[in-house]
């Protein structure tokens, strides 16, 4: 098959990346969220590695809303 030929393979690769240069200013690599908690009242929350059932540890402190 045509798409086995490294020559082939090689030209296209070339082809590919001269367009991506020209198109692309930034391909990402990467996709990850990260959660910070911004309420003093929030308790439970860890971001530690290999913590398990984070969701279900996650609560308030107290029902009345902080003021500072």
């Known amino acids: ?3 086995e030929n490294p020559t082939y393979r090689k030209a296209a690769f070339v082809k590919y ?3 991506m240069n020209k198109k692309a ?3 990402p690599t990467n ?5 910070t908690p911004v309420n003093k009242r929030v308790v439970g929350m860890t971001l530690d ?5 984070t969701w ?3 609560g308030v ?8």
């Not at 996709?31 to 959660?35: C, Q, R």
């Not at 590695?49 to 059932?53: E, F, K, R, S």
């Not at 402190?61 to 500072?68: M, P, R, Y």
């Open 56 to 58: 279900s540890e996650i």
């Open 25 to 27: 200013y930034v391909v």
């Open 1 to 3: 098959a045509k798409s």
């Open 49 to 53: 590695y290999g913590a398990m059932n």
């Open 31 to 35: 996709f990850s969220l990260s959660y």
């Open 61 to 68: 402190s107290s029902d009345k809303l902080a003021t500072k």
């Open 17 to 19: 990346q001269e367009d």
